[in-house]
């Protein structure tokens, strides 16, 4: 992708995202390991869109921001449904990082982070997390403390 004035370092990717109380989340993993299914879900529980299948991520001094691509269609995909029309956030300063294509294997896993355009986002294993959705809310909320 071709960099601006406003962010010069900049990464597009496979992946989706949304933001909720001021924090987005990135979603990556392999095609079907449900990141349109959690975008869907967080939507429910009041998440905004920032976009479905396509992201791009920023630096900005020492923040991750995460926006859709120019070209990005609006909408979410649904299964079963097609592209349903979504509001969406412009962009959004990204504080999580959930692979959905890692399971877990601890039940309190030590904290993990992943250093994407030289700043470090805290990382989730989300593979068959039943309670992925309402965790990542309450993260995006309220931060991890242990």
Do not use: C, W
């Amino acid at each position: 992708m071709n960099s601006n004035s406003e962010y010069p370092e900049q990464l597009g990717m496979h992946g989706s995202a949304v933001e909720h109380s001021g924090s987005a989340v990135v979603l990556i993993g392999p095609s079907r390991s449900g990141k349109s299914t959690l975008v869907l879900e967080l939507m429910a529980f009041g998440a905004r869109l920032v976009s479905d299948d396509l992201i791009v991520l920023h630096r900005s001094g020492n923040r991750l921001v995460v926006s859709s691509p120019p070209d990005a269609p609006g909408g979410i995909e649904a299964s079963g449904f097609g592209i349903l029309a979504a509001d969406r956030v412009g962009s959004a300063e990204v504080t999580l990082l959930i692979d959905l294509g890692l399971r877990e294997t601890e039940r309190l896993p030590p904290l993990r982070q992943r250093r994407l355009l030289g700043v470090a986002v805290d990382v989730v294993h989300g593979a068959g997390n039943e309670n992925l959705a309402a965790a990542t809310l309450q993260y995006l909320k309220s931060g991890r403390i242990a």
